[in-house]
């Protein structure tokens, strides 16, 4: 089911993936008119572009983390449109607390990749909706990391599952 346009790829039904560079590096979700995820902050232009004739009306993340959150603040200004994460990602979110785990690399990426804090509007619980999705929390990553599922036809998107840069990250 995978179809090209102005962008992005169609994988599921009203679920489509924004193009990065590289492909499939760093994924972000258009669901609905849901954007799952935003990137980096360098990808705000190209999410721009993207966007044009599918404009979101919400912002959720699977976690925060800069590579996740990174155009957060400047898509939901831009677009005038609320952002959502789980609530134990909030202090993170909103530069309340540091982003965890407390590392190097994650404090260079933090530095390099993230946007600016942005006030959480939608306070995502375990079992919530969105776009169709229920919300499962499932902490690990990040305190507040969730994998968003649709029971209809099992389409997940599940952000980033598994910390296997233990070395680097510790």
Do not use: K
Not at 48 to 60: D, F, I, M, S, T
Not at 121 to 144: M, W
């Amino acid at each position: 089911m995978r179809v090209r346009r102005a962008g992005m790829i169609r994988l599921a039904p009203a679920v489509s993936q924004l193009l990065g560079i590289p492909a499939h590096a760093i994924n972000c979700y258009l669901v609905e008119d849901v954007l799952i995820d935003t990137g980096t902050r360098w990808r705000f232009r190209r999410h721009l572009r993207q966007l044009r004739e599918r404009l979101p009306r919400l912002v959720a993340l699977t976690h925060c983390h800069p590579d996740h959150l990174g155009s957060a603040h400047a898509i939901c200004e831009h677009f005038n449109i609320p952002l959502a994460c789980h609530e134990a990602d909030v202090p993170f979110m909103e530069g309340r607390s540091p982003m965890l785990p407390q590392s190097g690399l994650v404090r260079l990426a933090d530095r390099l990749w993230s946007g600016p804090p942005h006030r959480v509007d939608q306070v995502l619980r375990d079992g919530d909706d969105v776009a169709g999705f229920r919300v499962i929390h499932a902490p690990g990553h990040t305190p507040g990391h969730v994998i968003v599922f649709r029971e209809r036809d099992r389409v997940a998107i599940a952000g980033d599952v598994l910390a296997s840069w233990q070395t680097f990250i510790s």
